[in-house]
């Protein structure tokens, strides 16, 4: 799943720990033109 092309990105929302959301984000590259219009959903 995980490879060189991949970062994670962590992000909390909010001004403190007491309701603060937490976002992950998952990107991975592709010099592939022919991918970059393919849905989250389906990759």
Do not use: E
Request: glycine share 6%; net charge neutral; no cysteine.
């Amino acid at each position: 799943m995980l490879s060189s092309d991949t970062r994670i990105i962590y992000r909390m929302s909010g001004t403190g720990s007491s309701g603060a959301t937490i976002r992950i984000y998952v990107n991975t590259f592709s010099a592939d033109p022919n991918t970059h219009d393919i849905p989250a959903t389906v990759s």
